[in-house]
């Protein structure tokens, strides 16, 4: 069976792109509150929603269950969701807002410092393979703050202007966070034997 192809556009940094929403005749039914569409539509994305969450709060509990009430969520809102973004980018906004929310709970600190007291930034090279695992292991055993900054710079594409307001700390601190990440996580690889950094 063919769906028919709906053609969004996305204007980012004032360039135009198109892409295709080839889950819109599933979103729809959705909206209709067809239950086999919302279970379809679940298992397209758990996975990797489970994933964004994990890296940001490091936690599988917290994780599952944060994105299981932004699933909630996005349902219950499913009519905001205008095409304007594919539904992947929508629906990945909602899981880091509540896992964010999950993180406010905790009251996690981050370092106010200059970057001159971060560290050096050091060059990051892969030779070879890489054990996917092991990283994603290594990133969720650094601390919070270390790897909500690294998640959302590095992995989701997040500036640091835009962490800044997410998560109420000043420009310096996130990038000073992120170079602090970055060579917290190269110290831990190494020591798993995973040399992957110059």
């Given at each position: 069976m063919r769906f028919p192809v709906v053609i969004a556009s996305e204007t980012v940094n004032n360039v135009e792109t198109e892409y295709q929403n080839i889950h819109q005749p599933?979103?729809?039914?959705?909206?209709?509150?067809?239950?086999?569409?919302?279970?379809?539509?679940?298992n397209m994305y758990?996975?990797?929603?489970?994933?964004?969450?994990?890296?940001?709060?490091?936690?599988?509990?917290?994780?599952?269950?944060?994105?299981?009430?932004?699933?909630?969520?996005?349902?219950?809102?499913?009519?905001?969701?205008?095409?304007?973004v594919s539904?992947?980018?929508?629906?990945?906004?909602?899981?880091?807002?509540?896992?964010?929310?999950?993180?406010?709970?905790?009251?996690?600190?981050?370092?106010?410092?200059?970057?001159?007291?971060?560290?050096?930034?050091?060059?990051?090279?892969y030779p070879g393979e890489v054990d996917l695992k092991r990283i994603q292991q290594a990133i969720r055993a650094l601390p919070d703050g270390y790897r909500v900054v690294l998640s959302l710079h590095l992995i989701e594409g997040y500036n640091h202007e835009e962490i800044s307001q997410i998560l109420k700390i000043s420009n310096s601190a996130s990038r000073t966070q992120y170079l602090r990440a970055k060579n917290k996580l190269k110290d831990i690889l190494k020591n798993q034997e995973l040399y992957i950094f110059n």
């Amino acid at each position: 069976m063919r769906f028919p192809v709906v053609i969004a556009s996305e204007t980012v940094n004032n360039v135009e792109t198109e892409y295709q929403n080839i889950h819109q005749p599933l979103i729809d039914r959705c909206k209709r509150g067809d239950r086999k569409a919302q279970s379809e539509l679940y298992n397209m994305y758990c996975k990797s929603m489970f994933s964004v969450s994990l890296r940001i709060l490091g936690n599988a509990a917290d994780a599952e269950d944060a994105m299981q009430e932004a699933f909630l969520s996005a349902f219950r809102n499913l009519d905001s969701y205008q095409g304007k973004v594919s539904f992947g980018a929508w629906l990945r906004k909602i899981v880091i807002n509540r896992s964010l929310d999950y993180l406010k709970k905790r009251k996690i600190k981050f370092e106010e410092v200059t970057e001159r007291n971060a560290g050096p930034d050091e060059e990051w090279n892969y030779p070879g393979e890489v054990d996917l695992k092991r990283i994603q292991q290594a990133i969720r055993a650094l601390p919070d703050g270390y790897r909500v900054v690294l998640s959302l710079h590095l992995i989701e594409g997040y500036n640091h202007e835009e962490i800044s307001q997410i998560l109420k700390i000043s420009n310096s601190a996130s990038r000073t966070q992120y170079l602090r990440a970055k060579n917290k996580l190269k110290d831990i690889l190494k020591n798993q034997e995973l040399y992957i950094f110059n």
